[in-house]
């Protein structure tokens, strides 16, 4: 997704050459630095992945719900819903199965935090969320230690959403 970005800026730049050279570099420093750390696990799909992915819609939901029902703000409502999301593992502290699901419940935050004029409603924040799982799901075990990569998958289910909206409809 973000390669996907960085070519349609680079196209949209293309008759001025500082910003076009500038993101070809950074570009280049992607490749770079995704190449070195991407480690792919060939492993089969579990019970607890459909919870994962399950848990990042419901984490959309709720923050698109409170930012649009009771006006918080797209950042606060994320932020409480984070901060929820947190306790979980409180619930049952032996339990390895709870301190899995605040990561993927965070990340469903930050595509819920869509603004309303780009989301036509909840069907479309559900199947944002519902990408944003599947893509953190496919890429759970990679980028590890780096920053941004729950912002990044829910911009990747958010893209993907506006994509299939804009080919198909």
Known sequence: MHFLFLIIAIFENQGKSYPAIVLSIIAIFLVFFYSRKL???????????ILLVLFCVLG???TYWLNTEFKVGAVLASGIV??????????????????EF???????????MTAPFIA???SFIFFSGLFCGVILVISKNTLHGYGGKLGSVAFGGVTLMSLI?????
């Not at 480690?39 to 992945?49: A, H, M, R, V």
């Not at 984070?82 to 301190?99: A, K, M, T």
């Not at 909206?165 to 409809?169: R, S, V």
Request: glycine content about 10%; some cysteine; aromatic content about 16%.
């Open 120 to 122: 036509n409603g909840y």
């Open 82 to 99: 984070g901060l929820l999301g947190s306790f979980i593992p409180f619930i049952n502290r032996r339990s390895d199965l709870l301190r």
């Open 102 to 112: 605040p990561v993927p419940l965070y990340c469903g935050s930050f595509a819920g």
């Open 39 to 49: 480690e792919i696990d060939n492993s089969q799909l579990k019970k607890i992945d």
């Open 165 to 169: 909206l804009f080919l198909f409809f």
């Open 60 to 62: 959309a939901l709720l």
